[in-house]
């Protein structure tokens, strides 16, 4: 199926209308939802970094006048923008404002982009793929001034032309306020970004609302409001969610993972509290130094990998009684069972593609199911296959490519690229070896299908 003016690929009309006509789809904006909650919840708080509060009140002005500032700078409704902020307040402000702009953010977890590859190496090929307008991150990563980066991709594309530099509170601009590089491309201290809002641009919720790079970085993944809004309000409900969580963002907030399963904006659609660890998040071996008991923590979203750091930092206070409620481990292959009983009656297992599919283990599930598998889709039409070589259904429990589809799974890639990896009838191949037991839980096995497109 062909991609749509804004990139992405549309579902055919019978499954359309049986995602809106089962409720999966409700046809409101990200950025309109937020507005919602913010409405509803106004002096709860809704996010923490260190000692700075945002109600949600707060967090709803601040966006209103982050959109009119960017729009005000030259960000137009349409527009890409590359956003690669740590996990602070002002990613979830940039991100919505953007949105509510009209504009369209292309998310890179910072402040390592991807595992292994340096800015030089990533933020080109995306600038590229994406005609990105604009730029959100960081001056600097691990001390290394980004700006040389930034000003050889605007010398050498005719697209990038905004460059929004972040700085944590107290710290100035290396760039003393708004500057122009020779190839034209204009500099603004992100602190600066700031107007009073006019009327927000008229949008459906059917069009692309962010973009994520996919799990090994080739490609793009178009996420729609309808679709997204979906994922997030489903896993809410099968976290057992509520307006008196607090939850810790532990994986980079730019994931999936950490963003909508159901992460930051679940946590935010019920009105609980997000704590964003900044710069000691999503990195292996620093879930040690995040919070857990200073914020009455009760629901921890970490990966696998960060598992062991965080519980040896606090043995008895994040195991124990006092710890979270709810200890998600995100990941897309089998968590060992040793770590699995060390988290012990508060593991909920997540897994989370940024393509949409999204399983998860069920508080109150047996504890065999908790940890020994990923759970189960979020609903019934969210469907998961798993299939042999020769692209037919494998028997139950019995090994194969994981395949799937539904209202929060995606129909292609950015601008169709990567079409092998849909089959003809709306599968995606994941390129995932799992199995599906006889109840209907994903349990991966381990390493990736060697054919996968």
């Known amino acids: 199926m062909?991609?749509?003016?804004?990139?992405?690929t549309p579902w055919p009309e019978a499954f359309a209308d049986r995602y809106w006509a089962a409720g999966h789809w409700r046809g409101a904006t990200l950025d309109e939802?937020?507005?919602?909650?913010?409405?509803?919840?106004?002096?709860?708080?809704?996010?923490?970094?260190?000692?700075?509060?945002?109600?949600?009140?707060?967090?709803?002005?601040?966006?209103?006048?982050?959109?009119?500032?960017?729009?005000?700078?030259?960000?137009?409704?349409?527009a890409r923008v590359v956003v690669q902020l740590p996990d602070v307040p002002e990613f979830v402000t940039v991100v919505f404002a953007l949105v509510r702009a009209g504009a369209v953010p292309v998310l890179l977890p910072g402040p390592v982009p991807l595992p292994g590859r340096a800015p030089a190496e990533v933020l080109p090929p995306v600038v590229t793929a994406t005609q990105a307008v604009g730029y959100v991150g960081p001056a600097a990563y691990g001390g290394a001034e980004l700006r040389p980066v930034l000003e050889g991709i605007a010398a050498h594309e005719p697209f990038l032309r905004r460059v929004f530099t972040y700085e944590p509170p107290g710290s100035a601009s290396p760039y003393g306020g708004v500057s122009t590089d020779p190839a034209g491309c204009h500099y603004f201290p992100l602190d600066t970004v700031d107007s009073p809002p006019g009327p927000a641009p008229v949008r459906s919720a059917g069009r692309v609302a962010f973009l994520l790079p996919s799990d090994d970085g080739q490609r793009l993944v178009p996420r729609t409001h309808n679709d997204f809004a979906h994922q997030v309000r489903a896993a809410a409900e099968a976290s057992g969610l509520t307006g008196e969580d607090v939850y810790l963002a532990a994986s980079p907030a730019a994931s999936v993972f950490a963003l909508g399963c159901p992460g930051i904006v679940g946590a935010l659609s019920v009105g609980a509290t997000v704590v964003l660890p900044g710069d000691a998040g999503g990195g292996e071996g620093t879930a040690g130094a995040l919070p857990a008991g200073a914020e009455r923590v009760t629901v921890v979203a970490l990966g696998a990998g960060d598992v062991p750091g965080w519980l040896d930092a606090d043995p008895a206070g994040r195991a124990g009684a006092d710890g979270p409620r709810l200890v998600q481990v995100g990941g897309t292959g089998p968590l060992d069972r040793a770590t699995a009983e060390r988290v012990g009656g508060v593991l909920q297992q997540v897994f989370a593609l940024p393509e949409g599919p999204v399983t998860l283990t069920r508080p109150g599930d047996p504890a065999e199911v908790a940890l020994t598998t990923r759970g189960r889709p979020l609903t019934c039409d969210d469907e998961l296959r798993v299939v042999g070589p020769d692209g037919t259904d494998a028997p139950v429990d019995e090994p194969g490519e994981l395949l799937a589809r539904g209202p929060a799974t995606v129909r292609g890639y950015y601008r169709g690229a990567g079409a092998e990896a849909f089959t003809s009838d709306g599968w995606l191949r994941t390129g995932v070896r799992a199995r599906i037991t006889g109840a209907g839980n994903l349990v991966p096995v381990g390493g990736p299908t060697p054919d996968r497109p």
């Open 33 to 78: 939802l937020l507005r919602g909650w913010c409405l509803a919840y106004g002096p709860r708080t809704a996010l923490v970094h260190g000692a700075d509060r945002l109600t949600y009140a707060q967090l709803n002005r601040r966006v209103d006048r982050l959109a009119a500032g960017f729009r005000l700078r030259g960000i137009q409704a349409g």
């Open 2 to 8: 062909a991609a749509t003016t804004d990139g992405g």
